[in-house]
Structures are given as C-alpha cells and as structure tokens.
C-alpha cells in the first residue's frame, strides 16, 4: 500500500504544504524549512517521505527522533498522511514502528498527541501503543485556549507480542 523512502530537500515544499494544511495544522506543530533542512542531516533523526505504492505519489511523512538515545528511546514525530482515511496513517505508523525496533533497535518507540486528536489516539490504540499520561495544558492554541497532550509508547515487548516486524507489516 506505501513505501517509506529518506526525505531530500526537493521533498520539504509538499512536507510543509502538509503541514500548513488546516486538516493538520490543528494538531502537529509546523517548522520552518530551515528546521526540516537541518533535520535531514542529524544522525538522530530519521526523516521519512511516504509513497503510495499504486502510483508511487508522496501521501505523507514522519519523522523517528532519538535514534543515537542511549537509552533506546525513540519518538515518532508528526505522522502526516494527506489520504485520510484509508489506511495509510496505519500503513505509514506500521512502517515507523518497524524501522524503529528492527533497523534502530529501540527499547521503546513514543510519542505525544493532542487530547482532542480523536482519529490519532484511536489509531495508536489500535496499534498497541499504551497512554502513560496527560500533560494537562501544556500547549496553548492559536485561539488563546489551552490544550493538553497525552504521551503514549510501545515497548519492546509489546512489539514482540504483537508479531515483531510480521505484526507491524
Ligand atoms: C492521524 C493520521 C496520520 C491517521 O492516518 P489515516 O490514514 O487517516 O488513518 P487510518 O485510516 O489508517 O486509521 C485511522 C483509524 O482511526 C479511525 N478514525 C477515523 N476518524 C476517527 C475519529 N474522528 N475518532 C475516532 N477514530 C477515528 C478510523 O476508523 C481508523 O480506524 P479503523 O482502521 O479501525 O477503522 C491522519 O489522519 C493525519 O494525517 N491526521 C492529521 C495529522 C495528525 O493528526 N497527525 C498525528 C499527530 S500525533
């Protein structure tokens, strides 16, 4: 359904029009090109483009931080898919999962999400991931309001229970 291939800087016009989009604005933060362009070179990140396989068009990114951690704790940052809805997010999620345990030996994969991110939260639950906690209006919104972020993580184990790579396929 997509394949995941390493961003260039000729991919950072769509990674921030997706960003800018107000269907995503509302729940990731946006960065400057600057802040994409270092990205790509840090060793700590891995900076993703999505595909999908029919035709081979960029649907998506995400970004995998943490991956020089000593402690082998790796964030899954700004999933993006801009083809909702059909099981891309899951597929591009699977992917990230994977490449986190399997090609950067992770010990735990985390990340934070919106508490009003229904659709993101449902995803990561049905995926395994564990809610650890809120932290209670930590961010405040273009409208003045404030929102809060619930943090959630896979372990290793958890990983394995689930099928390891064949499980996140
Ligand atoms: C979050 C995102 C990556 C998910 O990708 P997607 O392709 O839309 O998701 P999928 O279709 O693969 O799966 C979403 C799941 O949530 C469910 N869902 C959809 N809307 C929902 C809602 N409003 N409330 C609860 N669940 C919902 C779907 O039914 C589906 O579950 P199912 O497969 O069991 O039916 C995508 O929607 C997106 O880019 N959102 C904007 C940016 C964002 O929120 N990123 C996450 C930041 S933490």
């Not at 906690?133 to 003045?144: M, Q, S």
Request: aromatic residues 8%.
């Amino acid at each position: 359904m997509i394949s995941v291939h390493p961003t260039t800087s000729d991919d950072l016009d769509f990674v921030q029009a997706l960003e800018a989009d107000w269907q995503n604005g509302q729940y990731i933060t946006q960065w400057r090109r600057a802040q994409h362009l270092e990205a790509l070179s840090d060793p700590d990140c891995a900076h993703r483009i999505v595909r999908a396989s029919a035709d081979g068009a960029k649907i998506g990114f995400f970004m995998l931080w943490g991956l020089q951690s000593p402690h082998r704790c790796i964030e899954f940052r700004r999933i993006v898919v801009d083809r909702k809805g059909c099981g891309a997010g899951r597929a591009a999620l699977r992917a990230g999962i994977r490449m986190a345990f399997t090609e950067h030996d992770a010990h735990r994969v985390w990340l934070d999400v919106k508490s009003h991110n229904a659709r993101a939260r449902q995803l990561y639950q049905s995926e395994g991931l564990v809610e650890e906690g809120t932290l209670r209006e930590c961010l405040i919104a273009p409208d003045g309001h404030y929102e809060s972020m619930v943090l959630m993580s896979l372990l290793r184990t958890e990983f394995e229970a689930r099928g390891g790579p064949a499980g996140f396929s």
